[in-house]
């Protein structure tokens, strides 16, 4: 079992700047890669970007490429989420996932998730 906890979100002004966490905890030699996903009221959850736990290796979805930065700490097992020149587009509550296996963009077969923290943008 691997607990995720994610922190950094807030209200910010379009065009403004956060830095969202995820800590690792627990069984983490299950998760070869982490990613963080987000969700806007009423709609689906969606990919936003990925990491290879081991190699680095990063993927970004195309709506926020080039504004957005994931980088990781294997030995603190952390993640984050840099998030610049942030759109009123951009709110939504953010989810950091781990699983084990080959790197994925695809909600379902993530099985660990955080608990999520709220983005806001105001324009």
């Known amino acids: 079992q691997v607990r995720l906890v994610e922190s950094g979100g807030g209200l910010v002004q379009a065009g403004g700047s956060l830095r969202l966490s995820c800590e690792a905890s627990?069984?983490?030699?299950?998760?070869?890669?982490r990613a963080w996903f987000r969700q806007a009221p009423g709609e689906a959850r969606e990919f936003v970007a990925a990491i290879s736990w081991s190699g680095g290796y990063t993927a970004y979805a195309d709506a926020i490429k080039g504004r957005f930065t994931v980088s990781g700490d294997v030995a603190k097992n952390l993640m984050w989420l840099q998030l610049n020149n942030l759109k009123p587009e951009d709110t939504a509550v953010y989810y950091c996932?781990?699983?084990?296996?080959?790197?994925?963009?695809?909600?379902?077969?993530?099985?660990?998730w955080g608990q999520g923290t709220q983005v806001t943008v105001s324009s």
């Open positions: 627990g069984r983490t030699s299950d998760d070869s890669h």
């Open positions: 996932a781990a699983k084990p296996g080959a790197l994925s963009l695809r909600v379902s077969t993530y099985i660990y």
